[in-house]
């Protein structure tokens, strides 16, 4: 595996002093050497100095912030510089630039299906930036793709692990652990990116629901479960309410109830209680038991 070496060269500015002085130096020498009586190896000389002159120019090169240059002479890697500026390098070195910004894309729609086998459409948005210019540069044949492809496949993955919705508790899902599922997708990502030298900052699931064909049976499905949690807890509060009424009465010595009128004031409270609708009210104008 090809780690990165940083190397520092040559300041720039200095090097551009050097270069204006020595191209001047040589068409100074040229025009001497041409005046009579000319020196036909001088001009030779000077004319030989002037196109190492120009040949060095090629070697300067600018290096932005958060950007990296790789550089490569026939084939082999030499360094990375990651220094801002005017540089000045071997005019043989190749210099591929390389970002080091904080970049981010979103997924595509992806069709899979979960835990459970339902079908579902997932996407996500990744945050990343390269870190290793010589892993991006020579371990991947294009990291961009590579970072694209590899974030598919990893949510993809992480989609079969969790179902949509949790219907068992402290069971994980995607639509109840958005914050876990969020950092599960971000460590598997950086685990399939590491080899090309790219850090995931962070991974988020931007776009989640049921695929069409399912979506309305599974609208219902959790309307219905909707409704029984909510009659859930209506039932509870009742039978509450139901004992409570019970316990004042006999604690303030009210009313003395045998067993069937206890179950039928249980019954009339939960119906009064637990109904959709407004208990019309009856006046019993006569005993109890009548």
């Known amino acids: ?20 002085l020595v191209l001047a130096v040589s068409i100074f020498g040229f025009v001497t ?5 000319a020196d036909p190896w001088m001009v030779i ?22 950007e990296a240059k790789v550089l ?7 360094g990375t510089v990651k220094t801002p500026g005017l540089r000045w390098a071997n005019p043989f070195y190749s210099k591929r630039r390389i970002s080091q910004r904080i970049r981010n894309f979103e997924t595509a729609r992806l069709k899979v299906n979960d835990s459970e086998g339902n079908p579902i459409e997932i996407a996500a948005v990744v945050v990343w930036k390269v870190v290793e210019t010589a892993e991006a540069c020579f371990e991947v044949d294009d990291y961009n793709n590579y970072v694209h492809v590899q974030s598919e496949a990893a949510l993809r993955n992480l989609s079969t692990r969790y179902a949509y919705d949790s219907h068992v508790e402290n ?12 950092a599960h997708l971000k460590t598997e990502i950086q685990d399939r990116l590491s080899k090309a030298g790219v850090e995931t900052i962070e991974a988020r ?23 029984v949690a909510a009659r859930t807890k209506i039932v509870e509060g009742a039978v509450g309410m139901v004992e409570m009424a019970l316990e004042r009465l006999n604690q303030k010595d009210i009313v003395h109830l045998d067993e069937d009128r206890k179950a039928a004031m249980v019954s009339n409270l939960l119906v009064v209680l637990c109904g959709d609708r407004a208990a019309q009210p009856v006046v019993n104008t006569g005993s109890i038991y009548q």
């Open 45 to 66: 000389v000077w004319v030989l100095v002037w196109a190492v002159n120009f040949l060095m120019w090629a070697g300067f090169f600018i290096v932005n912030p958060n």
């Open 1 to 20: 595996m090809i780690r990165e070496i940083e190397c520092r060269p040559m300041q720039g500015w200095l090097m551009l002093i050097i270069q204006i």
């Open 33 to 37: 050497a041409v005046r009579p009586p």
């Open 171 to 182: 069971q994980m899902s995607l639509r109840g652990n958005t914050s876990e599922v969020a």
């Open 72 to 78: 490569q002479i026939f084939g082999k890697y030499v």
């Open 205 to 227: 699931i931007s776009h989640l629901a049921y695929a069409p064909e399912i979506a309305a049976a599974m609208l219902q499905r959790q309307q219905a479960s909707a409704i």
